[in-house]
T-cell receptor, first 111, second 114 residues
Framework: QKEVEQDPGPLSVPEGAIVSLNCTYS??????FMWYRQYSRKGPELLMY????GNKEDGRFTAQVDKSSKYISLFIRDSQPSDSATYLC???????????FGAGTQVVVTP | KAGVTQTPRYLIKTRGQQVTLSCSPI?????VSWYQQTPGQGLQFLFE???????NKGNFPGRFSGRQFSNSRSEMNVSTLELGDSALYLC?????????????FGPGTRLLVL
Protein backbone atom coordinates (compact mmCIF):
# COMPACT_ATOMS: atom_id res chain seq x y z
CA GLN A 1 0.00 0.00 0.00
CA LYS A 2 1.32 3.42 -0.93
CA GLU A 3 1.85 5.97 1.82
CA VAL A 4 -0.06 8.60 -0.15
CA GLU A 5 -3.24 7.64 -1.99
CA GLN A 6 -4.81 9.78 -4.70
CA ASP A 7 -7.58 9.07 -7.17
CA PRO A 8 -6.08 9.31 -10.68
CA GLY A 9 -9.31 10.58 -12.23
CA PRO A 10 -9.77 11.98 -14.82
CA LEU A 11 -11.86 14.74 -13.30
CA SER A 12 -13.76 16.83 -15.81
CA VAL A 13 -15.36 20.15 -14.81
CA PRO A 14 -16.86 23.07 -16.73
CA GLU A 15 -15.04 26.37 -16.82
CA GLY A 16 -15.80 28.48 -13.73
CA ALA A 17 -16.55 25.51 -11.48
CA ILE A 18 -14.69 24.65 -8.30
CA VAL A 19 -12.21 21.81 -8.63
CA SER A 20 -11.90 19.69 -5.50
CA LEU A 21 -8.92 17.36 -5.17
CA ASN A 22 -7.91 15.21 -2.23
CA CYS A 23 -5.42 12.69 -0.95
CA THR A 24 -5.09 10.49 2.09
CA TYR A 25 -1.86 9.45 3.73
CA SER A 26 -0.86 6.81 6.24
CA UNK A 27 2.41 8.03 7.77
CA UNK A 28 1.75 10.01 10.96
CA UNK A 29 5.28 11.45 10.78
CA UNK A 30 4.48 13.51 7.69
CA UNK A 31 4.72 17.21 8.52
CA UNK A 32 5.00 18.83 5.08
CA PHE A 33 2.28 18.70 2.47
CA MET A 34 2.57 19.94 -1.07
CA TRP A 35 0.51 20.21 -4.20
CA TYR A 36 2.25 20.25 -7.55
CA ARG A 37 0.78 20.87 -10.99
CA GLN A 38 2.26 19.05 -13.96
CA TYR A 39 1.49 19.80 -17.56
CA SER A 40 2.07 17.12 -20.15
CA ARG A 41 5.77 16.43 -20.74
CA LYS A 42 6.86 19.04 -18.19
CA GLY A 43 8.30 18.92 -14.68
CA PRO A 44 6.03 19.37 -11.63
CA GLU A 45 5.42 22.98 -10.61
CA LEU A 46 4.93 23.76 -6.91
CA LEU A 47 1.48 25.22 -6.28
CA MET A 48 0.94 25.09 -2.54
CA TYR A 49 3.03 24.16 0.45
CA UNK A 50 1.72 23.62 3.97
CA UNK A 51 3.53 22.81 7.17
CA UNK A 52 1.49 20.74 9.64
CA UNK A 53 -2.28 21.23 9.81
CA GLY A 54 -4.41 24.11 8.64
CA ASN A 55 -5.52 26.02 5.60
CA LYS A 56 -3.54 28.07 3.15
CA GLU A 57 -4.89 30.29 0.42
CA ASP A 58 -3.13 31.71 -2.61
CA GLY A 59 -5.27 33.42 -5.18
CA ARG A 60 -7.72 30.89 -6.61
CA PHE A 61 -6.05 28.00 -4.75
CA THR A 62 -6.81 26.78 -1.23
CA ALA A 63 -4.97 23.91 0.42
CA GLN A 64 -6.24 22.17 3.54
CA VAL A 65 -4.53 19.65 5.79
CA ASP A 66 -6.37 17.66 8.45
CA LYS A 67 -3.78 15.62 10.31
CA SER A 68 -6.38 14.01 12.56
CA SER A 69 -7.93 12.27 9.57
CA LYS A 70 -4.74 12.21 7.46
CA TYR A 71 -6.55 14.03 4.67
CA ILE A 72 -5.20 16.75 2.38
CA SER A 73 -7.22 18.77 -0.09
CA LEU A 74 -6.79 21.32 -2.84
CA PHE A 75 -9.57 23.56 -4.11
CA ILE A 76 -9.35 25.60 -7.29
CA ARG A 77 -11.96 28.33 -7.60
CA ASP A 78 -13.15 29.81 -10.89
CA SER A 79 -11.39 27.09 -12.86
CA GLN A 80 -9.97 27.94 -16.28
CA PRO A 81 -9.08 25.72 -19.26
CA SER A 82 -5.43 26.57 -18.48
CA ASP A 83 -5.88 24.69 -15.18
CA SER A 84 -6.16 21.45 -17.16
CA ALA A 85 -3.21 19.41 -15.92
CA THR A 86 -2.27 16.61 -13.57
CA TYR A 87 -2.27 17.58 -9.90
CA LEU A 88 0.05 15.71 -7.59
CA CYS A 89 -0.11 15.70 -3.82
CA UNK A 90 3.09 14.99 -1.91
CA UNK A 91 4.07 14.59 1.71
CA UNK A 92 7.32 14.36 3.62
CA UNK A 93 8.72 14.26 7.11
CA UNK A 94 11.21 17.04 6.32
CA UNK A 95 11.17 20.04 4.00
CA UNK A 96 13.86 18.35 1.94
CA UNK A 97 14.65 14.82 0.92
CA UNK A 98 12.17 12.09 0.21
CA UNK A 99 8.77 13.23 -1.01
CA UNK A 100 6.05 10.61 -1.17
CA PHE A 101 3.76 11.36 -4.09
CA GLY A 102 0.22 10.37 -4.84
CA ALA A 103 -0.58 8.95 -8.26
CA GLY A 104 -1.75 12.33 -9.54
CA THR A 105 -5.25 13.39 -10.61
CA GLN A 106 -5.80 14.44 -14.21
CA VAL A 107 -8.06 17.48 -14.34
CA VAL A 108 -9.81 18.66 -17.50
CA VAL A 109 -11.56 22.03 -17.48
CA THR A 110 -13.87 22.36 -20.46
CA PRO A 111 -14.78 25.78 -21.93
CA LYS B 1 16.33 33.67 -9.94
CA ALA B 2 16.90 30.88 -12.46
CA GLY B 3 15.13 27.59 -11.85
CA VAL B 4 16.45 24.06 -11.73
CA THR B 5 18.07 23.07 -15.00
CA GLN B 6 18.60 19.56 -16.30
CA THR B 7 20.62 18.30 -19.22
CA PRO B 8 20.13 16.68 -21.58
CA ARG B 9 16.38 17.05 -22.01
CA TYR B 10 16.00 13.95 -24.17
CA LEU B 11 18.12 10.86 -24.49
CA ILE B 12 17.88 7.59 -26.41
CA LYS B 13 20.03 4.67 -25.33
CA THR B 14 20.12 0.93 -25.94
CA ARG B 15 19.96 -1.86 -23.40
CA GLY B 16 23.23 -2.46 -21.59
CA GLN B 17 24.56 1.05 -22.08
CA GLN B 18 25.04 3.53 -19.27
CA VAL B 19 23.84 7.10 -19.00
CA THR B 20 24.72 10.19 -16.98
CA LEU B 21 22.20 12.94 -16.31
CA SER B 22 23.04 16.37 -14.94
CA CYS B 23 21.19 18.77 -12.66
CA SER B 24 21.98 22.34 -11.65
CA PRO B 25 19.96 23.47 -8.61
CA ILE B 26 18.53 26.89 -7.92
CA UNK B 27 21.28 29.23 -6.78
CA UNK B 28 21.76 28.90 -3.03
CA UNK B 29 20.00 25.54 -2.79
CA UNK B 30 22.20 22.87 -1.29
CA UNK B 31 19.94 19.82 -1.37
CA VAL B 32 19.32 17.97 -4.61
CA SER B 33 16.92 15.05 -4.97
CA TRP B 34 16.28 12.78 -7.92
CA TYR B 35 13.01 11.12 -8.86
CA GLN B 36 11.90 8.70 -11.55
CA GLN B 37 8.48 9.17 -13.11
CA THR B 38 6.76 6.43 -15.12
CA PRO B 39 3.10 5.99 -16.11
CA GLY B 40 2.83 2.80 -14.09
CA GLN B 41 4.66 3.73 -10.87
CA GLY B 42 4.28 7.49 -10.80
CA LEU B 43 6.93 9.59 -9.12
CA GLN B 44 9.42 7.58 -7.11
CA PHE B 45 12.27 8.89 -5.00
CA LEU B 46 15.76 7.80 -6.05
CA PHE B 47 18.14 9.64 -3.71
CA GLU B 48 18.98 12.97 -2.14
CA UNK B 49 22.33 14.72 -1.77
CA UNK B 50 23.39 17.49 0.58
CA UNK B 51 26.92 18.87 0.86
CA UNK B 52 28.24 16.18 -1.48
CA UNK B 53 26.85 13.40 0.74
CA UNK B 54 23.98 11.05 -0.01
CA UNK B 55 21.50 11.65 2.79
CA ASN B 56 18.53 9.56 1.65
CA LYS B 57 18.10 6.68 -0.72
CA GLY B 58 15.02 5.10 -2.26
CA ASN B 59 14.37 1.49 -3.20
CA PHE B 60 16.24 1.29 -6.48
CA PRO B 61 18.95 -1.18 -7.50
CA GLY B 62 22.63 -0.32 -7.26
CA ARG B 63 22.69 0.39 -11.00
CA PHE B 64 21.33 3.81 -10.05
CA SER B 65 23.91 6.06 -8.48
CA GLY B 66 24.55 9.73 -8.04
CA ARG B 67 26.93 12.32 -6.77
CA GLN B 68 27.00 15.97 -5.87
CA PHE B 69 29.77 18.46 -6.46
CA SER B 70 31.00 21.27 -4.23
CA ASN B 71 28.92 23.79 -6.20
CA SER B 72 25.79 21.69 -5.43
CA ARG B 73 25.41 20.51 -9.02
CA SER B 74 24.49 16.86 -9.17
CA GLU B 75 24.71 13.97 -11.58
CA MET B 76 22.97 10.64 -11.62
CA ASN B 77 24.22 7.59 -13.44
CA VAL B 78 22.38 4.49 -14.55
CA SER B 79 24.53 1.56 -15.62
CA THR B 80 23.53 -1.50 -17.64
CA LEU B 81 20.32 0.09 -18.84
CA GLU B 82 17.15 -1.98 -19.00
CA LEU B 83 13.99 -1.33 -21.01
CA GLY B 84 12.17 -0.57 -17.75
CA ASP B 85 14.50 2.35 -17.08
CA SER B 86 12.68 4.36 -19.73
CA ALA B 87 11.20 7.23 -17.76
CA LEU B 88 11.23 10.92 -17.02
CA TYR B 89 14.03 11.62 -14.55
CA LEU B 90 13.38 14.67 -12.43
CA CYS B 91 15.73 16.64 -10.27
CA UNK B 92 14.51 18.85 -7.41
CA UNK B 93 16.39 21.31 -5.25
CA UNK B 94 15.71 22.69 -1.80
CA UNK B 95 17.41 25.24 0.47
CA UNK B 96 16.93 22.78 3.40
CA UNK B 97 15.77 25.48 5.78
CA UNK B 98 13.59 23.69 8.34
CA UNK B 99 10.07 25.03 8.10
CA UNK B 100 10.96 27.00 5.01
CA UNK B 101 10.67 26.29 1.34
CA UNK B 102 10.17 22.88 -0.12
CA UNK B 103 11.44 21.24 -3.29
CA UNK B 104 11.39 22.80 -6.74
CA PHE B 105 11.59 20.59 -9.78
CA GLY B 106 13.41 20.92 -13.05
CA PRO B 107 11.90 20.08 -16.45
CA GLY B 108 13.29 16.55 -16.39
CA THR B 109 15.31 14.36 -18.71
CA ARG B 110 13.26 11.97 -20.79
CA LEU B 111 15.18 8.72 -21.25
CA LEU B 112 14.15 6.12 -23.77
CA VAL B 113 15.88 2.74 -23.65
CA LEU B 114 15.59 0.62 -26.80
Amino acid sequence: QKEVEQDPGPLSVPEGAIVSLNCTYSNSAFQYFMWYRQYSRKGPELLMYTYSSGNKEDGRFTAQVDKSSKYISLFIRDSQPSDSATYLCASSTDSWGKLQFGAGTQVVVTP
Amino acid sequence: KAGVTQTPRYLIKTRGQQVTLSCSPISGHRSVSWYQQTPGQGLQFLFEYFSETQRNKGNFPGRFSGRQFSNSRSEMNVSTLELGDSALYLCASSPTTRGGETQYFGPGTRLLVL
